[in-house]
């Protein structure tokens, strides 16, 4: 288990400024060249922070109120759901790993018309930790940083922050199915 990793990560952003540090403005377009993710289950709004030598990008997600999960998570009391918090940082961790495939350190981030995302799938999440609710409006700052990396499996962990406040964490594994696999 990565104990140090989530002792930090529950505190703090796990994003470090750096020499290496991106300021991208990558969008819903580009966003869908590198994830299998379409409305309604395409939960991230952008990327803004890349650095590939840490391993590390920062996206954003603003939860609005018109989301129509909040009619029955709670009635009176709207709170998103944790298992899709999950969903949007495991969204940025593809992200991130389509990112380090392509790039290489200090190179332009330039998503092509012609990228496609690779097949994958979730094999297991390590941890999720929940700590603060998301609610209607709320901007969330979203954090995924690589911890191992493979030619077919990687291991990520992703945090949802509001502010400075770390309201969720997870380190998850995925698998990446060959290019002819379904």
């Known amino acids: 288990m990565h104990t140090k990793l989530i002792k930090s990560g529950r505190r703090r952003s796990l994003f470090t400024e750096a020499p290496t540090t991106q300021t991208v403005e990558l969008g819903r377009v580009q966003l869908e060249r590198m994830l299998p993710h379409r409305d309604p289950m395409l939960l991230l709004d952008g990327i803004t922070r890349v650095d590939l030598a840490q391993g590390l990008v920062e996206g954003r997600r603003r939860v609005v109120v018109e989301d129509p999960v909040f009619v029955g ?6 709170v998103y ?3 899709l918090l999950l ?3 495991g969204q940025l961790g593809i992200c991130l790993q389509h990112l380090l495939d ?6 332009p981030i330039n998503i092509a018309a012609d990228d496609q995302p690779r097949a994958l799938r979730l094999l297991k999440v390590e941890h999720a930790l929940f700590q603060g609710a998301v609610r209607p409006g709320d ?4 954090v995924a940083k690589s911890v191992e990396n493979s030619d077919y499996v990687s291991v990520c962990v992703g945090q949802a922050l509001l502010g400075e406040q770390v309201l969720a964490l997870a380190i998850y594994e995925v698998f990446m199915l060959d290019e002819d696999a379904s």
Request: net charge negative; charged share 20%; aromatic share 10%.
């Open 139 to 142: 901007e969330l700052t979203l």
């Open 81 to 83: 759901p944790g298992v």
């Open 87 to 89: 969903e949007m940082v």
């Open 102 to 107: 392509r790039f290489t350190v200090g190179a």
């Open 73 to 78: 998570h709670f009635p009176g009391d709207p």
